[in-house]
């Protein structure tokens, strides 16, 4: 019964991450900037985890590790406001759903990959010819989400279309690498929560850094909604669970589950149109390409 209660929450988590992803676009077009509007959400995430962090009384060695450890340790938080950002580029362009499925692309190759070589002090694992299967699997679901009938006006493939994919999985590669840095990190630390604080605040800093050489400044559109500055802490939320029920599931049915919710939230946001983006009807086409992917996911993660 834990484990059922534990897997509805994953599924549930993970379908937030496209509404965060729709928030914070939303609050980069209030701001006029998505830089800043990546700096808010870090910012608000990075305070939410120093709070969660202060109240269990989380442990951060921070010197002992830094003095043990090599420096792709620290990575994460540069790998994970590059996906932010990019996310937030990529949603009002190609709906929520692509948005999630394309990076869902990158991090299941750039996974398989790091495991292969035995990336970043990970065990090597083989390839075999079920997680080949697999990636040909999210491959084609990929294609057949975000391929539009025909009939649109807009029915030829651009080559801005083709970057802005190629953006998206670029992406989900460096979220691989940040899953794979945080979890050597958490490991290190002794906590996943000290690791994602560590993650975070880098992350922050690095925001802050670029903004202030791009002399970024707000263009004020109109006043955003109170819920556009919630999404850091919806970062926040998905980083506690994800720490809480790991140790219950297991690493890879944690993220499967977290994969299962952020894909049927990225359909049900499209076709909804919610958070003022342009809706897009759930088709047979989309849902077969969806299950495709998950099914593809299933097959990397647990293929012999």
Not at 83 to 110: C, D, E, H, K
Not at 127 to 132: A, E
Not at 188 to 215: K, Q
């Amino acid at each position: 019964m834990v484990n059922i209660i534990a897997i509805a929450l994953t599924v549930l988590v993970g379908a937030t991450i496209p509404a965060q992803t729709a928030i914070n676009s939303r609050l980069a077009r209030h701001l006029g900037v998505t830089l800043l509007a990546s700096l808010v959400s870090f910012f608000v995430g990075t305070v939410g985890l120093g709070l969660a962090v202060v109240v269990t009384g989380t442990k951060m060695p921070l010197a002992s590790t830094a003095a043990s450890q090599p420096w792709w340790v620290w990575i994460g938080g540069f790998c994970g406001l590059v996906f932010l950002t990019m996310n937030m580029v990529l949603l009002p362009r190609i709906g929520a759903s692509a948005t999630v499925i394309l990076p869902l692309f990158g991090q299941v190759v750039g996974g398989l990959v790091i495991d292969v070589v035995g990336g970043f002090g990970t065990t090597p694992r083989a390839l075999t010819i079920g997680r080949v299967i697999g990636v040909v699997l999210v491959a084609v679901g990929a294609v057949l989400v975000n391929l539009r009938p025909r009939t649109a006006e807009k029915s030829a493939i651009s080559g801005a279309t083709v970057i802005l994919w190629a953006s998206g999985i670029g992406a989900g590669v460096l979220g691989a690498i940040q899953a794979t840095v945080n979890g050597r990190l958490g490991h290190e630390l002794g906590s996943p929560l000290a690791a994602a604080l560590v993650s975070f605040t880098v992350g922050m800093v690095g925001l802050l850094l670029i903004n202030l050489a791009l002399r970024n400044r707000p263009v004020l559109t109109g006043r955003p909604p109170w819920w556009g500055y919630t999404g850091g802490l919806i970062g926040a939320a998905f980083v506690f669970v994800i720490a809480y029920v790991t140790p219950l599931l297991g690493t890879s049915l944690a993220i499967s589950a977290a994969l299962l919710g952020q894909v049927a939230g990225g359909l049900t946001i499209d076709h909804r149109g919610a958070f003022g983006i342009t809706p897009r009807p759930l088709s047979p086409q989309r849902l077969i390409g969806a299950l495709l992917v998950l099914a593809g996911v299933l097959l990397v993660r647990f293929a012999g």
